[in-house]
């Protein structure tokens, strides 16, 4: 051990360190400042970036010992006397802060920029900010938020935030608020899991299979067992209950047992005094493996004499989608395109790695502390595996350091809940970056082919499409992403004429499940790019033939639901094309002084579900509880993984109370404290959890004004409550006297309220499969560099149908980190697996998008309101990011006459593509 | 497990640290890849020579510009003499990682990890750049300038056994009257945080202000060792920079380069592609630069 003296935050700090420690882990255990945040512990999100003599560092990788003597300032040290920095502020002002998580890298980095350059251009905090990583925000905000504390702390005025213009909010609903969890977030003070300690706590480590297939044939822990400071290892059979969990089907083995299917299975899990030891303990356990023939491609998997990845066969699902005559219908075409399209695995990259905490209670619960998007069905699985009922098994939702659908499925849970239950300790398992990437569930990668008939004046007559989706080696939701990729291939278009065929398909890559878009990305991609060329061949504008076909109120879904209100797709169209049309540039364009490089504009439509549809009962239940202080408390268990959920609930609960936002307090995600808003998915928990707020809310205030009626002697129609009071008339009680008096009068003020959506149909059946679509329309312009084959996109003009804005600046958050989400899925992003094994086990080698990839963005928000969602309002979470693929796939088309068939869009491939195309 | 992690102050002293270890301890400079490459765990004890005295800068001795090693490539970036007399240095300094990472990382740390598409060593190899070796020997300190081009074996390999010797510093002359030097390279956004082709260039033109004079390319990965064009550079020699000249030496330069495919990286039809791009993008702005220095240093 080292003596390490340094000065955190202008404090003179001293500890004995251990020579090889990093100050990142000094800071967070040593000292105890979480507010410091480790995403990759390889020096490349950039979010553990703190202050060293005023100079950033990734502290992830930075020697304590090289610390010693120095001026340390973390973003624990910015405020001053409960006085927020003006970066802090601006932050929360612009809607800079969704999950958190890197807020407290983005804010360091900013500081450094802006103590040494007190009036940055856009470029220089691009420059600047270029390694510090965000997921959510798009880093438009950021880029706001930035210039905005410039400003400030120049002494200007504060700059606001520039937001769409959106119907007139009502007293709360509508209204652009902070969220309620800002401070803590930009502070430092925000709670994550890996920020929870308890005394006597283990640490935890898991034995990955890392290879793709083979049978088990021996496991041997007696050596790691021996280890000093190890005090569990356990295997299957150290599991009592279910062998296996998962969301639909019950096929992932919680410790492996006959097999290892993929890389990252899970074989044997450690706990131990300190996490060196518990990876130490792992290199002691002998397992004998009997490998296997791997399977790494859908198509492949399905042909016959396939190795099985499952004893049932390798095919998870075959959906079918049939509409009208195919046939008849391409006979009628004058013109017919046919493409093959493929898209890449893709990783969420949450910023935040896996990680859960477990432990047992005095009386024999286990609790089990997790940032997880489906707090009931973790409950469910780890109760099942332990053998236990469900009521034994407490949930505790953390804050989650993003989500994006990739903290849907078990990783930690129900293995720490073991661990504790074996050592009778709490036990912390924290994911490194590398196994995190390895082991949680991916986008799918899928493969189409499409074939598309049209009339010479461009309306559809027919598409044939086929999909086989790479699952991986679990089924995860694979289904369900696979169903909403088939059901929505055809695009936001009437289609009189459908046929898809659709196979989810086990393989031995890391199983795909959840991600934003789930399967609707994919195939917007394929479609988009089917309907680009049809346009291109029939010489039609691209705006013009989306527009004679799309789904408007009256058409007809190729599932055979019609379309009966909220579609506001023309009205996107039409925003973007208007914008378009202020732009004054041409569709292809060249620059005088740039002769190697082309611009030009792409276009693309997009449709998603809200909510889970097909006739699943899709629920939520809320709590709302008021109290004598004049206070309401939200609850329910559904996930806040960055989207804003938490304000959404807050402004509902403040609109139908009557009190004001900042006294609408949430508490998310505690099985024995919050009901099941179910799972935190398919765009559905504004509409859904929203509803059961709104009722719960409207009930409870019905119940208050009975009481308030009498105290103000007035007839409960006419009472108004607002601002913390409830009013008639001249005359005026305190909310919180309402309360009291009800509680006075043996009245609870506290109710729930179960929500059941619009009932939906299954697939094949005809009817409605979705209570409610969102729409969008984008345009990308994108750079094209003819000599290295480097593509950019510049600028997106965006149009979303969201049915009512709830909270403009979070809804702006959420549109332009979808963009840039999948501005990556077009033009970065790729987790690339060779025969199973991955080669991206490291965020080295994951380019997710950077600040510097960050497009301008111009955002129209269309309010075409769903009669049955709160306010109108419909799913927002995943929308904006489907069209942005295409748009710019097929701007790059525009700007080269290449068409992109495979995702990501390859630099070398499309310069190759261009060579060809010169050559001949 | 790691016992020891020095931060040594003076030169000599790092020298005796790593002699007493006899090979158990090995030379650290910013650690941006060291600490991320989680072979080197065994390693027991780490000798920092990012704060030696009067070796953490950049200076001008003439005639050389020394850059110490624990000089970061932010301290590299925004040292003026570098940016005006060793340009290229600057430009490829500039373009590694983020500030947090070029906050850190070292000159010599980039040269010891003697990867062949580095971008500073191409840099600063162009530029003519030498490396000072140092070790004890006894009570005795040791130093030797050597040719920065004699520092690579292979691929990640360095003639510099960093258990016993230190990159004490670097030098170069610097870029004079009708002198200038550029670098240029193209990254690829997938797969691996590599760069995938990268060049510099260092140009003296004539009287007329022209003619190439003389002139230096480098380029990498060409090769398993960041690579001297010196073909390319000999069609250049004595002749006016014109598009037809940059043609030819740009074919010069794919005949003697080795191209390869390199899988999540680059194929070698597409470096075939990119590298006289980059070798006519260095070179213009090289030229322009020395047009511009004309009278400067004179």
Known sequence: MAQLELTINGERRSAEVHPGAFLADVLRETFGLTGTKIGCNEAECGICTVLVNGMPVNSCIYPALKAHGAHVETVEGLARNGVLHPLQQAFIDHGAVQCGFCTPGLIMTAKALLDANPNPSEDDIKHALKDTYCRCTGYVSVIHAIQDA????????????????????????????????????????????????????????????????????????????????????????????????????????????????????????????????????????????????????????LQPGAPKVHEQGNLLKHIHVEKGDLEAGFAEADVIVEGEYQTATTEHAFLEPECAIGRVTDDGRVEVYVGSQIPYADRRQVAAALGVPEDRVRIIGTLIGGGFGGKEDIAGQIHVALLARATGQPVKMLYRRSESLIFHPKRHAVRFKVKVGAKRNGRFTAMRIELWGDTGAYASLGDKVMTRAATHASGPYEVPNVRIDCYAVYTNNVPAGAF?????????????????????????????????????????????????????????????????????????????????????????????????????????????EAFTDGSVEVRTSAAEIGQGLVGVLASIAAEELGVPYERARVLLSDTDLTPDGGPTTASRQTYVTGNAARLASIQLRQRLAAVAAEMLDAPVESLRFADGWVRHHGRAVAFGEVVAQAHREGIRTRLSHLYEAPKTQPLGTGGDMHFAFSYAAQAALVEVDLETGEARCLKIISATDVGRAINPLALQGQIEGGIVMCLGNALTEEFIQEKGVPFTNRFARYKMPSIRHTPQIISHIVEDAAAEGPYGAKGVGEISSIPTTPAITNAIYAATGVRVRKLPVDQDWLLRQLRAQREG | MREAYHIPSTLEE?????????????????????????????????????????????????????????????????????????????????????????????????????????????????????????????????????????????????????????????????????????????????????????????????????????????????????????????????????????????????????????????????????????????????????????????
């Not at chain 1, 909220?566 to 041409?586: H, N």
């Not at chain 2, 002139?215 to 060792?225: C, E, R, S, Y």
């Open chain 2, 14 to 298: 790092a020298a005796r640290l790593l002699a007493r270890y006899g090979g158990a301890a090995r030379v650290v400079g910013g650690g941006t890849d060291f600490f991320v490459d989680e072979g080197h765990q065994d390693v027991s004890a780490l000798v920092d020579v990012t704060r030696l005295e009067g070796l953490s800068d950049v200076s001008y001795h003439p005639p050389f510009v020394v850059i110490g090693c624990g000089a970061t490539h932010s301290r590299i970036v925004a040292s003026p003499l570098i940016q005006q007399r060793g340009t290229a240095l600057a430009e490829a300094c500039g373009q590694i990682g983020g500030p947090q990472v070029r906050n850190v990382a070292t000159l010599a740390g980039n040269i010891a990890h003697a990867l062949p598409a580095a971008d500073g060593t191409l840099a600063l190899l162009a530029l003519g750049g030498e490396v000072m070796v140092a070790w004890a020997e006894g009570d005795a300190l040791r130093t030797e300038w050597r040719a920065l081009a004699q520092m690579f074996l292979g691929p990640g390999r360095s003639a510099i056994d960093s258990t016993r010797h230190i990159i004490a510093a670097m030098r170069f002359l610097p870029t004079g009257e009708r002198e200038a030097s550029a670098f240029a390279r193209v990254m690829r956004p997938q797969g691996v945080a590599l760069p995938i082709m990268g060049l510099a260039v260092r140009v003296r033109l004539g009287e007329d202000l022209a003619t190439v004079e003389s002139a230096t390319v480098t380029a990498g990965p060409a090769g398993p060792v960041p690579f001297c064009a010196r073909q390319c550079a000999q069609v250049l020699q004595g002749r006016p920079l014109n598009e037809r000249v940059i043609a030819e030496a740009g074919e010069a330069l794919l005949a003697e380069a080795q191209l390869r495919d390199s899988p999540h990286r680059a194929t070698r039809a597409y470096r075939a592609q990119v590298l006289p791009v980059l070798l006519r993008r260095a070179l213009h702005a090289a030229y322009r630069r020395a047009q511009a220095a004309q009278h400067q240093y004179a």
């Open chain 1, 150 to 301: 410039a400003a400030r702390l120049r002494g200007e005025p504060p700059v606001p935030p520039s937001l769409p213009q959106t119907k007139t909010p009502l007293r709360v609903v509508g209204q652009p608020l902070p969220r309620p969890d800002a401070v803590a977030k930009v502070t430092g003070a925000a709670r994550y899991t890996d920020d929870y300690v308890f005394p006597n706590m283990l640490h935890a480590a898991t034995l990955r299979a890392g290879i793709p297939h083979a049978r088990i044939r021996r496991i041997d822990v007696s050596k790691a067992r021996a280890l000093p400071g190890v005090h569990a290892v356990l295997t299957h059979e150290d599991v009592p209950g279910s062998k296996n969990h998962g969301l639909v089907y019950n096929d992932w083995p919680v410790l492996c047992y006959d097999k290892v299917r993929y890389v990252g299975d899970a074989v044997a899990i450690v706990a131990a005094e300190t996490r060196e030891i518990a990876e130490q303990a792992l290199r002691l356990i002998e397992v004998e493996y009997e490998p296997l023939p791997v399977v790494d491609d859908p198509v492949a998997a």
């Open chain 1, 516 to 624: 934003r878009g789930f399967g609707v990305t994919q195939s917007a991609f394929a479609i988009e790019s089917a309907i680009d060329e049809l346009a291109q061949r029939l010489r039609l504008d691209p705006i013009h033939i989306r527009r004679l076909n799309a789904l408007r109120v009256g058409s007809v879904t190729n599932t055979g639901a019609v379309i009966r209100e909220s579609a506001g797709l023309l009205e996107c169209i039409a925003r973007v094309e208007e914008s378009l049309k202020q732009e004054g540039t041409p569709w292809v364009f060249r620059k005088a002084d740039v002769p190697n490089k082309v611009y030009a504009w792409g276009f693309a439509t997009a449709y998603k579900n809200t909510g889970l549809g097909g006739g699943a009962p899709d629920r939520s239940e809320v709590e709302v």
